[in-house]
């Protein structure tokens, strides 16, 4: 960012779509910090980390669509405790509440990136996709920007926070992954495939 300034930003944001480990929660306070000391405008920050976010859930679109239902069902079906029936209630579900899934998901610490891949595996249309990944984003952005803008030096504060949240969601997920494997070693059972 200092060497890029809010392009900088972007950038980083793009990467961190691409490889979760790389925190928003550090970055988009960081920036919004920069902004307040005047290094970059405010509105500046604001449009290029929404640009990287939507650039970096693009390119996570392509490669669900460029896997396809097929692949992906066919990667799955070879790993251990997923039956083909689970991928298709899963796909069911994100038929039924996909525009849902990638809004709030822009807003779920590692979902926000992942969400990205069922949306090209199912090929969501793409205005659609666009429209509600820019629009998740921008909130996300905007909240953390604006917390390291008003915060100004202490922009790190920010960080305490996001990451009791972030323990919350991750807790959420063990259980729900424990859940998943303790109900399916207790019903046995295959899946069959959709002709």
Do not use: C, Q
């Not at 996570?60 to 039956?83: E, F, H, Q």
């Amino acid at each position: 960012m200092d060497a890029l300034g809010a392009p900088g930003a972007g950038i980083a944001i793009a990467l961190e779509n691409l490889f979760p480990p790389l925190p928003s929660e550090v970055i988009l306070p960081m920036a919004g910090f920069a902004a307040s000391t005047g290094r970059m405008s405010l509105i500046a920050v604001l449009l290029w980390t929404t640009a990287g976010s939507v650039i970096g859930a693009l390119a996570l679109y392509g490669v669900g669509a460029l896997l396809g239902r097929d692949r992906t069902v066919a990667i799955a079906a070879k790993l251990p405790l997923v039956k083909v029936s689970d991928i298709e209630r899963t796909e069911a579900w994100f038929l039924r509440h996909g525009t849902k899934a990638v809004l709030f998901g822009r807003m779920i610490p590692v979902f926000r990136s992942l969400i990205s891949v069922p949306a090209g595996v199912e090929r969501m249309p793409l205005p659609v996709f666009l429209g509600l990944t820019t629009l998740g984003s921008a909130i996300w952005n905007t909240v953390f920007v604006l917390a390291g803008y008003s915060l100004g030096e202490n922009w790190e504060d920010v960080t305490g926070y996001v990451s009791a949240y972030s323990k919350v969601v991750l807790v959420g997920a063990v259980l729900a992954v424990l859940l998943f494997v303790g109900a399916r070693m207790l019903r046995p059972g295959v899946g069959r495939r959709r002709g």
